[in-house]
């Protein structure tokens, strides 16, 4: 995170780490203990270990250090709830998160309850910018596992054969077809890109930096289902030519013929959903796609995905342009954890889906991690992973900026990732 | 089973699936929904599962088929509570049952519920024979997983660094040292064995038959933690030439060097144990061994692992000298899941801990398995495991007899399995 | 083996050395030194290794310990050439046996010839009868790995899509259908079984003891290709209860439908055989079976595999009734390695196809390894392993006996595997 | 490749033809038939394989649709010999080429003689110039299976305990320590990148293309053995703080704790070499590193790996003083196949070791693949790897060129790779 020691107000520091844990665990509504303890691969952790986590960030990150006489919920958390911060200490397996049934998902309830309540008031005394800091890193940090939750969530639940949803079917009647992506044509020039302002962002957002773009027309809007299910019906699945090597024999490998989530019965598409089953909606942002199959459908489709600097200038320049961004998508605050139908007349670009972009996640010139054990929290990643831009239906609409750099290895799935082209 | 079509009372029966029903649902004592639902394994099944596959034995095997009207409390949990008959139809994946949420352990227990009072409400009526031999078969089924829902807990708890106890821990002075083991000799002869008269026996027990026997030597107790420990500090996990190939093999790949749930700390022994971690005791029976351990140990004892038809022929030769076998045991009625400490004067052969035998499982001549599914119990299973008699800790001891065959891979280390030695 | 100390004549057994060696060489014949160098998997070595193999257990266990001034010929050899003995030392690993283009195949057959040499020379003084029980262990040795040299190259020459043949095709027209195989009874009795007399044997053959055996029927020639044909064209490997549990997993994990080697093109059934592709015989015995694949057709045919007790009940009792055994079946020294065509008017029990039985490889009773690193010949494989009996078209006509215990995992096909029935 | 349809004299291509295909040859110089066929990971193909893989370039690209009257010396080869071009066919599997004992080495060679002999009759008459373009780019490709011969066959020899050299050892006297590296100044600008003029270039070195480099300092020699051997002196290798997380992960997968090809025995420290074993020189520049040890040991001096876009900068900046590039480097040319020691005077940017730069191989903005087949040589390969960039003591003097951009995975370690430090 960028060091801004001197913009704090405790109070209002406090009411929105309030705020963000009462959103954290209203994801749990309708969810038993047992539900909270599903772990379906390593990637994706239960809920009760991603409400323990979040807590143990501040508390090791902020109580320990700054809180005078710190006591320990409990000690044996400390490795418990260490996500990779090696600069901790040991870690508990990640492969084995969902082998903990102790301690209960009352017990990691009283302990985020104790940390948050400890936070709280230790930051009416006269914290020092430096720890306010990292408590505002811990609430972007909270913000990202909330997030996963519903991702993971939405995974565990896929291996059990019964499909159950947890959140409500999305209302209305299915839109009139979007109709064809216009594309807009943006010049060739300098721009000065990354995070810039007062605001928070990650520290892989920073240093802002100039670079060359090329001319470049992007679309604006993702690439929906009708036009990603014209790519199967093309056979898109079976014709090497349009994919990666290793994109390929990820698909072989997989099996894969479809979007993760999408089944086929009697020629009728359905989706698992966070409503559980659900017909396809042609009109819907396609995701759940990995790396692999976004670059096969742009290739396709004649296109290419666009880099994240041309994301991100076209981005700019709508925001330049008086587009109000957030609110254009849809984010985690609906609580359907589902893509809104894409409309033809809000061509925004926060929110619905991850949009995969074909820049691998590098350092920025002239990045420096921060220091200390969160330095830890985005630098040591920087391999073997693509950028995704633009935030999902799962992000809280506070925590998504243009200047946003998500990333996940090119054969994930379980994100709410789809694409947008670009020529 | 054995056909014994005619020998069955209704009420004795019912009343006798009422007590094992409460005896398997005393297992879950002090239990949460999310210990539940623990697989750590894909060989380890969840507690929630075993409950609800031991009430889909009797709602497939009995009620379907034989319930005049028969509806199914749920049609889902023919497929998922469905082991391993493949002519019942498809399985949910094995690996994959610790990711079953859904149905609830409340939901579960409302299922063994509705189907044990189906059961014992259609027993009343003038129910045939043959369906009264398969309620006797799954009253000796459900006391199988009874045993597994505490060896597959014992395992599951292990991958919690909290290493949680379930039960109290055995009370009482350590005894004195039982001395060194007194070995009895049998001489060479001809044999009947397997299972005779009218008790139930599994089908894998029968038919009756006659072998010869050479001379041999047989311990009267099994071998002591005190007696393996001397083993392992004269490094016998280190000498290739005490191995089977494969075992060692396993030995490296497995990284073992202690049997499974020791601890050494600061040269002290421990046990992860059903009351949590305990010092180990050196006149408890050794037990967590593989096959390729036992096997070692009596090859660096100068000595070696009994067969199972000499296990047997003694074991039966103390039964007709009087032995009242079941007794001199310990057994899963105790509530402690946890072997008794030896005596020297009690020599007895069932309870306390499973024994490896030098045989491979495979059937008796003239073996048969029962016609249509449940001939799937045993005999599919007869490759590439070897026989362990005489019943352990968590075995019940109604449960148990001298002819009984137990069965797993010599390289399974989670069940309650000890050895004797012979010579 | 058995300790025959007195009955060595020097010169006899030079002869026999040399001959033995001339029958390895000739196996190489139309072979070049890069086919030498072949290894398709860990289990099958490369002919050159196997070359160089039998000469080191003649270096290593005769010459280094019974020749004054004896010097190796490449210090190295010691351990590139040590297949599994710990107690020689350390060894090259057995999956990268492949990797060793030096020493050349010139070097190797080099290296064979001076250990041949040097023991023909040592073998004219005054040697110890102990070393000369060596010499004979390690001339049925090389006996051995001249079956494996041709088993293990027909499965190296299968991964080369031109599919090569280094033998003449078999001669002659299709015999005619050899009719329905007869079984014949056998009454229950003791017998004893087990190698007796002076003869050479392994140690595994050993000791002579009783064994009860019940009555049972035996087919008096081998399954042949049209009957096992009726297996597959009947379903047989798609109906999971003709198969063990762990038989269907193999099968699916391989993808098994047919035999190994088998090809089927436009509905026409051929072979990869030591001649090449070949048409399938139908009066051939089926091989390159699985046990699992012989045990489910047994299942499928009403029948079951033998014991190995029946199997060598069956053929002692063939030879006392004056059959010259190795005489009636087809052998190594044919140069075929190819099994003749079953004959109704034949009924032999040696030579062919191997046997599988439904016995699992494990000491008799009474077992005692020899002393020493080659006590580690089979005792340590005593595991995991099923037994076949009577020999193959690629074993040697002197190395076979009715009490030869042959032995593999049950999964495994690259041997001239096939089965008799039983019932 | 780029389309230069009118620049091709068919003799002076000839000429080069048959000069590339004699270099090739001579890398077989001392190598053996068994040599030739070893393949010790699927990455790494036979000697034998790439032989016939660069003639079948040539038969199956420009003969076969160009050469009047076409016919193939074998039609297998066309699958044998494919390497990764799914627009032609079947491929043989890759990591079964090492069974590929047929064809013979000698009629590879045959093969590989009667395609140039054709190629070169060809070429005499009026050959079009998009065929020469084909013929040039298969030159360029056999180049590169040049140095792939040399990188494969060094970690085949690897996998020999005897550790084969096939090349003269390095001559000379050590040289005086390099002493420290300077760093030199480039300030911040627009720069114009990738390919441009007339030369022969690979698709993915176009289209030139401008790009915003920042200021940056750049070290003016790769890192040397000595300074690497600090790192591991320092506990570099057990610093997970140094590492990036896939790094750390592939590090303690690997048993990672030297470079590959280093070997500690006794406190001394030595290399395998194409020369066999040879002490570790501390002058020469470190190389058979993974992208991950690279940016550890950047990490631990202080520094960072230099991104393609400084490097390339960096290099033709000193092209425009006039440093004649490929004349300051080591290349194959000098038949030894090891890096030459560092000189503090002759600060060249080609040859000695490639660079890891932290560049992903990505496309550069406007790159389109070829048209065809040959359009798989390069695009296809775009995700997962890191681009490195300066050519090796392997790479011939003609086929490197300062905008030159090879690509491995980041855990690869075989290639003569090492690094340049920037900052």
């Known amino acids: 995170m960028n060091a801004r020691d001197d913009v704090f107000v405790p109070e209002l520091l406090a009411r929105r780490a309030a705020g963000v844990r009462a959103a954290t665990l209203a994801l749990l509504d309708g969810l038993t203990p047992e539900d909270c303890m599903l772990q379906s691969m390593p990637e994706a952790s239960p809920v ?11 508390e090791t990150f902020v109580l320990e250090p700054w809180q005078p006489g710190f006591r320990p919920f409990d000690p044996a958390f400390r490795e418990l709830f260490n996500s990779y ?12 998160r969902g082998l903990l049934s102790r301690p209960s ?74 109709g064809p992506a216009a594309f807009r044509r943006y010049d060739a020039g300098l721009a000065d890109l990354g995070h810039a302002g007062d605001g928070f962002a990650f520290d892989n957002e920073a240093p802002r930096h100039r670079v060359w773009v090329e001319a470049f027309e992007l679309a604006q809007r993702p690439v929906s289902n009708a036009e990603y299910l014209a790519f199967i019906e093309d056979g898109g699945y079976g014709r090497p030519d349009l994919w990666l090597s290793d994109g390929w024999d ?7 013929d479809m979007p993760l989530y999408w089944m086929r019965d009697d020629g009728r598409w359905a989706c698992h959903t966070a409503a559980g089953p659900l017909p396809m909606d042609p009109a819907e942002p396609v995701c759940h796609l990995s790396y692999y199959e976004a670059d096969a459908y742009a290739r396709w489709a004649g296109a290419r995905l666009p880099t994240e600097q041309e994301w991100e200038r076209a981005a700019a320049q709508a925001m330049a342009e008086g587009a109000s961004l957030p609110a254009d998508g849809d984010f985690a605050e609906s609580g359907l954890l589902h893509p809104a ?34 330095g830890e929290y985005n630098g040591k990643f920087m391999i073997n992973q693509m950028v995704l831009r633009g935030g999902s239906c799962a992000t809280p609409r506070s925590h998504i900026r243009h200047t946003y750099r998500n990333f ?16």
């Open 105 to 178: 998902l009352d017990r990691v309830m009283a302990y985020q309850q104790s940390v948050l309540e400890r936070l709280l008031e230790w930051m009416d005394d006269a914290a020092p910018p430096q720890a306010l800091a990292l408590v505002e890193l811990g609430l972007h940090h909270e913000q990202q596992h909330q997030e996963l939750i519903a991702t993971d969530l939405k995974h565990h639940f896929w291996h059990n054969p019964l499909l159950p949803g947890w959140r409500p079917a999305p209302a209305g009647e299915a839109m009139a077809d979007p």
């Open 250 to 256: 990820a698909r072989v490998r997989g099996g894969w």
């Open 408 to 423: 996940f290895a090119p054969g994930s799935r379980w994100q709410y990732a789809g694409l947008r082209l670009a020529r």
């Open 48 to 58: 009760k270990w991603h409400v323990g986590h979040v807590a143990w960030f501040f």
């Open 341 to 374: 139908r894409l409309r033809a007349d809000a061509p925004g670009f926060l929110g619905g889906v991850w949009e995969w972009t074909q820049s691998a996640y590098l350092p920025y010139p002239g990045f420096r991690p921060a220091a200390g054990a969160v």
């Open 85 to 96: 911060y090696v600069g901790v200490g040991e870690r508990h397996p990640r492969g084995q």
